[in-house]
């Protein structure tokens, strides 16, 4: 099991920026692809970015390259999500997630999510 913990969400203006963070803790051993998600008001949970285990490569939706980056310290077991030039229709419950096997593009094929952490992009 691993267990992910989210923070770093809260309100800014547009073109603000903000760091998501993700801690995990449990079998961190394992080398997962880690991944960030969210989910709109009213919208179904949409990929947002993803990283191997070494780092070595980055994945990122449409939407949000060039803006946002993600990141991990393995020593540390954490994985961040820098967010740049944020929009209002980034507003969205933001989750960290672990995939054990398949595309990361695909929700489903996370096993471990946490609890989400709200970020709000006025206008």
């Known amino acids: 099991q691993v267990q992910l913990v989210e923070s770093g969400g809260g309100l800014v203006q547009a073109g603000g920026s903000l760091t998501l963070s993700c801690a995990a803790s449990?079998?961190?051993?394992?080398?997962?692809?880690m991944g960030w998600f969210r989910q709109g008001p009213g919208k179904e949970r949409e990929f947002v970015a993803a990283?191997?285990?070494?780092?070595?490569?980055?994945y990122y939706a449409d939407s949000v390259l060039g803006r946002f980056t993600i990141s991990r310290d393995n020593a540390k077991n954490t994985v961040h999500l820098q967010m740049n030039r944020l929009k209002p229709e980034d507003t969205a419950v933001y989750y960290c997630?672990?995939?054990?096997?398949?595309?990361?593009?695909?929700?489903?094929?996370?096993?471990?999510w946490g609890q989400g952490t709200q970020v709000t992009v006025s206008s």
């Open positions: 997630a672990a995939r054990v096997s398949g595309s990361v593009y695909n929700t489903q094929n996370y096993n471990y």
């Open positions: 449990g079998r961190t051993s394992s080398r997962y692809v």
């Open positions: 990283i191997t285990y070494t780092g070595s490569s980055t």
